[in-house]
């Protein structure tokens, strides 16, 4: 390479991190995060505290004990998980008796990674073949605490990998690390969730559901396995839901709820490595109605993820039907993600033949990008965002709006939005995807460095 190349090459590396300062006030690690956002437990005096014995080693499951500590702490307890206590659960537990109790948990409680007896004995849901370690249920339950959830998903990630979980042929099933179905007036405070085989949580038919100053990681020390599909939030049919303050690092989607999910608050995530912040998938089951509503996510930072907000839903010839309606993604910095606003109506992996033939038969109505800052990886050019509607003429693509939207791309040149079938003025100049403007933005690509956060807050 020629100096003066190098030096160009440095330059425009240069000029990219100087345009691109984050916001100020941003973590950068967990211990940053915990500072900013400090989350100590804070005792319950007066209820009754239950106390069960703890693992001596890494196999001595204390799974029983567990349950009985739960049973006893009922109706209006708690049971207390010291600090520097380990509870190994080697077995799965259905805790769906539960009716006002809390945990206490600072100590660390962590599965076995016994994979082929928990593939034969795990709880199971139907949908997209879900695996899970336990599953707890009931009303007013409280979970809090300084302690760690953890999913010991190495092996699970190593075994599973080359495999992918859409696949209808795979077999190689992993749990999901927390399992709530008809819970009502559930809350998750302060946990570390750490190191998921699979989803992080996964939350049924519940109602007023919340997760506040949660941690959760998956990472591998493997770098041909991958953490794949640790999402950290998935559900289906849950109603009144709020995150307020987590930092996430994981292998899939930061926060996805998917069929039947209504009034949902998102506010403060950070989300790195990540596929973004995801309505759905939806529509994937033929004949299924489902649908997404009343939805705000705000003040969001992701970095170094594939996608930023997105909605995707399922086309093809054997699938569901339904509405997005109704929601708000505003204040969100992004760095180096692919589209930093995506609609995906091909969902999953359908070729675009196939997607033309079947067209998704969900409606898409009143989603707004609102005060969107950062730039994106280059993977696709100029083309910053692109919002696909679907071809279907019944399904009603209409006010999708951006407003202050300033996502740059680091590619040499104007950044580029694309839009196809949407109804509507949607406040951006938007060019079709077979457009002369969108197909040489797309084909100006070029790459950016890890996205890293400084000055410190
Ligand atoms: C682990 O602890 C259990 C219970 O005390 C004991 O029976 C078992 O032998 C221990 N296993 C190892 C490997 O130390
Ligand atoms: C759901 O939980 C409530 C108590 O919270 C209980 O009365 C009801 O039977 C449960 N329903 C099912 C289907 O388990
Ligand atoms: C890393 O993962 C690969 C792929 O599953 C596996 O073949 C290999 O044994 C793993 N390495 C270690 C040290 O576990
Ligand atoms: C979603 O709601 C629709 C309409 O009420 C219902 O038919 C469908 O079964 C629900 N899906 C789930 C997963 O609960
Ligand atoms: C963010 O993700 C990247 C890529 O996965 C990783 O290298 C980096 O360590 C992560 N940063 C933090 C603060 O977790
Ligand atoms: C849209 O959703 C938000 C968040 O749930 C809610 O506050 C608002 O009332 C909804 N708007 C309409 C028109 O229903
Ligand atoms: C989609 O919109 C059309 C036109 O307004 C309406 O007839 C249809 O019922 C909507 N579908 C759903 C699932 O809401
Ligand atoms: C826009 O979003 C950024 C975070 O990305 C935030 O710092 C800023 O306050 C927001 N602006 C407004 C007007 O809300
Ligand atoms: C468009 O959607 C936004 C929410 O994203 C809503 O506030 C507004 O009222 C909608 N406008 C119309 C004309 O329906
Ligand atoms: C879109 O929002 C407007 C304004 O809140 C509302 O009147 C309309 O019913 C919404 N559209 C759908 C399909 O729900
Ligand atoms: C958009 O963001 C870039 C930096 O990312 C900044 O230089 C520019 O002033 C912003 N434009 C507007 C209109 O805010
Ligand atoms: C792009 O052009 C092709 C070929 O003319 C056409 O079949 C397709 O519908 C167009 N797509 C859009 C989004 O306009």
């Not at 099933?173 to 190191?195: C, S, V, W």
């Not at 941690?215 to 493997?222: K, Q, R």
Request: aromatic share 12%; charged share 20%.
């Amino acid at each position: 390479m020629r100096s003066s190349t190098f030096f160009t090459l440095l330059s425009a590396i240069t000029s990219v991190v100087a345009s691109h300062e984050p916001p100020p006030n941003v973590p950068r690690s967990i211990e940053e995060f915990r500072q900013k956002y400090p989350y100590k437990t804070k005792g319950n005096s007066h209820r009754k505290v239950v106390k069960i014995r703890s693992s001596r080693n890494e196999t001595d499951d204390v799974s029983n004990e567990f349950k009985a500590g739960l049973k006893r702490a009922n109706h209006g307890g708690t049971l207390y998980l010291p600090k520097n206590e380990l509870f190994i659960i080697g077995k799965p537990l259905d805790l769906t008796f539960l009716d006002d109790v809390q945990v206490h948990w600072d100590g660390e409680v962590k599965f076995t990674n016994d994979t082929p007896y928990w593939q034969a004995n795990a709880f199971t849901h139907p949908f997209q073949k879900s695996i899970m370690f336990w599953k707890w249920g009931g009303k007013d339950i409280k979970i809090y605490g300084e302690g760690v959830l953890n999913g010991n998903g190495q092996r699970w990630w190593n075994e599973f990998a080359g495999r992918e979980v859409l696949d209808p042929n795979n077999e190689y099933l992993r749990p999901i690390l927390f399992y709530a179905e008809n819970a009502t007036n559930f809350e998750m405070q302060g946990i570390h969730e750490k190191d998921s085989p699979c989803w992080t949580n996964f939350i049924v038919t519940s109602k007023g559901i919340s997760f506040s100053d949660v941690i959760v990681t998956a990472e591998s020390n493997n770098a041909s396995s991958l953490p794949k599909n640790t999402d950290f939030f998935d559900s289906l049919n849950v109603e009144d839901l709020t995150v307020k303050r987590a930092w996430v690092n994981i292998g899939d989607d930061c926060f996805s709820p998917k069929s039947n999910a209504s009034n949902v608050h998102v506010d403060t995530m950070y989300c790195n490595g990540t596929h973004g912040q995801s309505m759905g998938s939806l529509g994937q089951y033929a004949g299924e109605m489902s649908f997404v509503k009343d939805v705000v996510i705000e003040n969001v930072w992701l970095l170094n993820g594939q996608h930023g907000a997105r909605l995707k839903t399922w086309a093809g010839p054997d699938v569901g039907y339904g509405f997005i309606d109704n929601v708000t993604f505003r204040n969100f910095y992004q760095a180096n993600n692919e589209y930093s606003a995506f609609i995906d109506s091909c969902y999953f992996n359908i070729d675009t033949e196939t997607c033309a033939e079947y067209p998704s038969m969900m409606n898409l109505t009143n989603i707004s990008f609102e005060n969107f800052t950062g730039y994106t990886s280059g993977k696709y050019g100029l083309a910053v965002a692109k919002l696909t509607c679907s071809t279907n003429p019944n399904a009603v693509c209409e006010n999708i709006t951006f407003k202050n939207f300033n996502i740059t791309s680091p590619c040499d040149g104007e950044p580029v939005i694309i839009c196809d079938g949407i109804k509507g003025d949607t406040g951006v100049d938007c060019v079709s995807s077979n457009s002369t403007e969108a197909i040489a933005a797309l084909s100006k690509t070029c790459s950016v460095p890890l996205a890293t956060v400084s000055p410190s807050f």
